[in-house]
Nanobody, 125 residues
Framework: QVQLVESGGGSVGAGGSLRLSCLAS????????MGWFRQDPGKGREGVVGITVGGSTAYADSVKGRFTISRDNNNNTLYLQMSSLKPEDSAMYFC???????????????????WGQGTQVTVSS
């Protein structure tokens, strides 16, 4: 089972940018379906963006045009570039992976087996 470690979270003002990283070990990112999820305390885990093994991506409507997912096979890392951040983007962000996730379920947290520990993003107004 792949191990995932997120990093890159922090505090920024509204309109700012952050890049989250998810370092994978035990498997290679280009053989995995992967996704970014976020969660506020007391709320469910929300799918932000996912990418299939083949490279197809699905974004939540709330982040389209502002967030971009990418993967670096050389560094075995998944990235989430976040721009034009809003206070409502504040949450704990998690990276997830599985050997195969259909496109229709990329934003479904129950489709993934492996999870990282999360990294906190706080956007101030």
């Amino acid at each position: 089972q792949v191990q995932l470690v997120e990093s890159g979270g922090g505090s920024v003002g509204a309109g700012g940018s952050l890049r989250l990283s998810c370092l994978a070990s035990g498997d290679t990112v280009n053989t995995l379906a992967m996704g970014w999820f976020r969660q506020d305390p007391g709320k469910g885990r929300e799918g932000v963006v996912g990418i299939t093994v083949g490279g197809s991506t699905a974004y939540a409507d709330s982040v389209k045009g502002r967030f971009t997912i990418s993967r670096d096979n050389n560094n075995n890392t998944l990235y989430l570039q976040m721009s034009s951040l809003k206070p409502e983007d504040s949450a704990m962000y998690f990276c997830a992976a599985d050997k195969w996730v259909p496109f229709s379920r990329l934003l479904d947290s129950s489709a993934y087996v492996s999870w990282g520990q999360g990294t906190q993003v706080t956007v101030s107004s």
